[in-house]
């Protein structure tokens, strides 16, 4: 574990989470914990059910089965009260999602001042304070529509941190992006790991999670095959799914050739 991390109660909890639509089952019995400030990564295929793990945290997705704590608090108890949870859970998806008739500092504000109760003056120092912190402290008055994709998605980021989360759930934030862009995203993301964040990403940069992760959990299939540091998981693994997948992602010519 990670020096950023300390041994209290896990701040993610999944105990035989399992999800099924209709009669797919897409997450098979998935038992996973991120520590406080630990930063896990989730690679795998597409269709491995990485994203629809990250949904069922905050329950975007109902879990059919198992169970999932978030801060103690057992989210799929049926008496939960998941408004307040999600207060202390920011969200990023591969999709901006900012409102395009609002400015960045109101898309920033919005959430705290109809969700927390937010005093307006507080929600826009909050909101200034974290554009800031993601390099866009004088686009306040922009249009999402003025900015370039990368821009867009360090607002949604800002946005999230505005409602000063206790855990980020990030998922594939960069994959919408152009790869010119995708480093400015990768960099704050790196700053919040630094700054202690809790973190569950779910990825296709292996890069990133070679450098930050604490943790990588490799999924295939509705499972965890593999998980472990960095060093283990994308560097030496095990399993030979992970290596499978691995050499796709790291060496695309030479699958592309084989496959051919």
Known sequence: MSARTTGSEPVVQLDGLVKRFGDVEVLRGI??????????????????GKSTLLRCVNLLEQPSGGRVVVRGTDVTDPDCDIDAVRRHVGMVFQAFNLFPHLTVL???????????????????????????????????????????????????????LS??????????????????????????????????????VVTHEMAFARQVADRVVFMDGGVVVEEGPPSQVVDAPREARTRDFLDRVLNPTRARGADG
Do not use: W
């Open 163 to 200: 409602m000063e989360p206790d855990l980020m759930l990030f998922d594939e934030p960069t994959s919408a992006l152009d790869p010119e862009l995708v480093g400015d995203v990768l960099e704050v993301m790196r700053g919040l790991a630094d700054e202690g964040m809790t973190m569950l």
């Open 106 to 160: 109101e898309n920033c504000t919005v959430a705290q001042r109809k969700v927390a109760k937010v005093g307006k003056e507080q929600a826009q120092q909050r909101a200034q304070h974290h554009l800031g912190r993601v390099g866009l402290g004088d686009r306040g008055d922009a249009y999402p529509a003025q900015l370039s994709g990368g821009q867009q998605q360090r607002v949604a980021i800002a946005r999230a």
């Open 31 to 48: 038992d996973l914990q991120v520590a406080r400030g630990e930063v896990v990564c989730v690679i795998g295929p597409s269709g491995s």
